[in-house]
Each structure stands twice: as structure tokens, then as C-alpha cells.
T-cell receptor, first 115, second 112 residues
Framework: GAVVSQHPSWVICKSGTSVKIECRSL??????MFWYRQFPKQSLMLMAT?????????EQGVEKDKFLINHASLTLSTLTVTSAHPEDSSFYIC???????????FGSGTRLTVV | GENVEQHPSTLSVQEGDSAVIKCTYS??????FPWYKQELGKRPQLIID?????GEKKDQRIAVTLNKTAKHFSLHITETQPEDSAVYFC???????????FGTGTQLKVEL
């Protein structure tokens, strides 16, 4: 089945630094990758939609200069949290569809803690 | 955009009883409705899904019903077991690879 590999699974960083999260589709080409953020005991909230070779589309209220998304190839999308602050601490997870009408495959998630 | 509402937020049942979680959606163009089970710190796990051309789907103890006219869909778990305890999310999406919108989640607790 379709597999999305996400790294790192957890990261602790100092306030003011940047963190990069990678998602790779291992056995299919992900033209589109979705990035979600999940705070404790809350739902998954879509942050942005990443399209290979073009700029990402950000959801309302998500700072595009803070959450940099790059989708340089059909198998790799990255999310960089720039100048991270404690309020950015969250569970970040990516998702993609192997086919336009198929199910969604999720990465394993990244637990970010900013201290 | 799509808005998905989910109820109840918490549900406690006795082992062996049935559990029902309900969701409503706003976008009549939505045609794919998955249900996910998520354990703490893990990725959502698809447990069942339904497409808009079907009214009901069943997989062993789990079933989903869809009412397109009313724009609501429900998850039914029968003969609940302690290992069913988790957070469940409904979601909705349109076709063409579009984004998935999640409901607010239901914490299900199955008590012995």
C-alpha cells in the first residue's frame, strides 16, 4: 500500500531556531501533500497544501513566512518552522493521496517541542 | 470551505454495547467520507470510509451510514471492546485529490 515516511518523529529545539520536517512518498508520486497541525486534545487542522513545483496554498491564519513549505520533487515535501516559539509546539503531520480518488496516506507525525 | 461538525465530543460505553458517532458536513460537493481512529501520539488510522454513491458500508463490527440529502454521516461500532477506546475523527473531502477536512473528534472510552 501507499507509504509516506515522515522525519523526524520528534524534535526539541530552542526558541528562535528553525526546524525542518520531511515527508517522502515511498511508493507513489505525491503531486500534492497536505500539512496538518494538531494541538493536544484537538483535531487535525490543515495548515497548507503543497503542490510539486509550485507555491503552497496556505489556510487562513497560517503565516506563510513562518511555515515554509517546499515541494521540489514528486516524492518529497518539507515544512520548515522558522524562528520557532513555544506556541509552535505541536504535532505536525503530512498526508497525501496516491491517486486523485483514493484514500489519504498519513506520515507518522512529528512532535515538535520548542523550549 | 468545508466545515465538519462531530458529536459527541466524549462517549463512554460499557463493553459489548454499541457506540454511535455523528458528523455533519457543509459542502454538498464532498463525496468521500473517511473515519479515523487515532491513538495518542500516533497517525490517524483509517477504519472505514464511504463514498457519496453509497448509503451504507459495513466491515465486521464497524459500519458507516451516509445521508447525502441531510449532509450527515455516522459511525456505528457494535460489540465494543476495551481496545476500541481511542479518539475517532470523521472527515470529508471532494474529489480530484482535494484537501481533507476533519471533524472535532470523539473520545471513546469502553469500560469493563
Amino acid at each position: 500500500g501507499a507509504v509516506v515516511s515522515q522525519h523526524p518523529s520528534w524534535v526539541i529545539c530552542k526558541s528562535g531556531t528553525s526546524v525542518k520536517i520531511e515527508c517522502r512518498s515511498l511508493d507513489f508520486q505525491a503531486t500534492t501533500m497536505f500539512w496538518y497541525r494538531q494541538f493536544p486534545k484537538q483535531s487535525l487542522m490543515l495548515m497548507a497544501t503543497s503542490n510539486e513545483g509550485s507555491k503552497a496554498t496556505y489556510e487562513q491564519g497560517v503565516e506563510k513566512d513562518k511555515f515554509l513549505i517546499n515541494h521540489a520533487s514528486l516524492t518529497l515535501s518539507t515544512l520548515t518552522v522558522t524562528s520557532a516559539h513555544p506556541e509552535d509546539s505541536s504535532f505536525y503531520i503530512c498526508s497525501a493521496r496516491a491517486t486523485p480518488e483514493g484514500g489519504y496516506t498519513f506520515g507518522s507525525g512529528t512532535r515538535l517541542t520548542v523550549v | 470551505g468545508e466545515n465538519v461538525e462531530q458529536h459527541p465530543s466524549t462517549l463512554s460505553v460499557q463493553e459489548g454495547d454499541s457506540a454511535v458517532i455523528k458528523c455533519t458536513y457543509s459542502d454538498s460537493a464532498s463525496n468521500y467520507f473517511p473515519w479515523y481512529k487515532q491513538e495518542l501520539g500516533k497517525r490517524p488510522q483509517l477504519i472505514i470510509d464511504i463514498r457519496s454513491n453509497v448509503g451504507e458500508k459495513k466491515d465486521q463490527r464497524i459500519a458507516v451510514t451516509l445521508n447525502k440529502t441531510a449532509k450527515h454521516f455516522s459511525l456505528h461500532i457494535t460489540e465494543t471492546q476495551p481496545e476500541d477506546s481511542a479518539v475517532y475523527f470523521c472527515a470529508a473531502a471532494t474529489g480530484g485529490g482535494n484537501k481533507l477536512t476533519f471533524g472535532t473528534g470523539t473520545q471513546l472510552k469502553v469500560e469493563l
